[in-house]
């Protein structure tokens, strides 16, 4: 069993980066300024997606383990925030303040509905916290390159970043289409990785510690810099990778049943 972030620690963390995230979005001049790492999107609709994402998951995690996402969860989706900016904030408070409630609520075993069916992540709230923890933490860091000030993912979160991306998001049971390989990423702070994809999907794990690079590609940089990375907000250029990098591409063109 791989482990990972204690329950508590996430929901602090949840906790940490929300505030970090309205800090970024208090210091931009405007709620119009672009988000060069979401480029369809404003300050505000940046926000706007955030707050409804946190509140459709503590509708999620309230209804318990289920099919399908309950109606009051996919209600809470499509609610629009206000523009008006302090209302906003407080707005994205009461967001991050009933997902917290949710999950503390419902303890990190409960089931719940996920979208990740297939993966090796469990369909738990646990999961729930897991994942919501690094999509929090990604946004935060759109919000502060918008307001042009970016930093690198605390190192408590980028850790755990890059082995949640590749068990919740890519992990699967569906056939990878091209010849067998394997991806590793190695974190700088002394942690490694290796994804491998074949006929019987992908398959992430842990690392012992660094050995010899994977037949495919090797990866290489900060914990937080793969995590940016993985989730497409920073080039290749900012890394050090070995062997084939075109297998990157074919990785990031897979579109598995998760």
Request: hydrophobic fraction near 45%.
């Amino acid at each position: 069993m791989i482990s990972t972030l204690e329950f508590p620690d996430l929901l602090r963390l949840i906790d940490e980066r929300s505030t970090a995230f309205r800090a970024a979005v208090a210091s931009a001049p405007s709620l119009d300024v672009q988000v060069p790492t979401c480029p369809e999107w404003t300050l505000f609709d940046l926000v706007q997606h955030l707050g409804q994402g946190r509140r459709f998951w503590a509708a999620t995690v309230a209804a318990g383990p289920a099919d399908a996402p309950s109606a009051d969860a996919v209600a809470e989706r499509a609610v629009a925030a206000t523009r008006e900016r302090e209302a906003l904030m407080a707005w994205s408070v009461a967001s991050t303040r009933q997902l917290l409630d949710a999950l503390r609520d419902a303890g990190p075993e409960r089931g719940c509905w996920t979208w990740w069916g297939a993966s090796q992540s469990p369909r738990t709230c646990g999961a729930v916290a897991r994942h919501q923890l690094q999509e929090i933490a990604v946004h935060t860091y759109d919000a502060q390159v918008a307001a042009g000030a970016p930093q690198p993912l605390p190192d408590e979160v980028a850790r755990d970043g890059v082995e949640e991306f590749l068990s919740t998001c890519v992990a699967t049971t569906s056939a990878w289409p091209h010849k067998p390989t394997t991806f590793d990423f190695h974190a700088t702070e002394g942690r490694s990785w290796r994804l491998t994809v074949d006929g019987d999907g992908a398959r992430a794990a842990r690392l012992p510690a660094p050995g010899p690079d994977a037949a495919g590609v090797s990866v290489r940089g900060t914990a937080s810099e793969l995590v940016l990375f993985i989730y497409d907000r920073i080039p290749a250029g900012s890394l050090r990778i070995d062997g084939d990098a075109g297998l990157i591409d074919l990785l990031r063109a897979w579109e598995p049943e998760v």
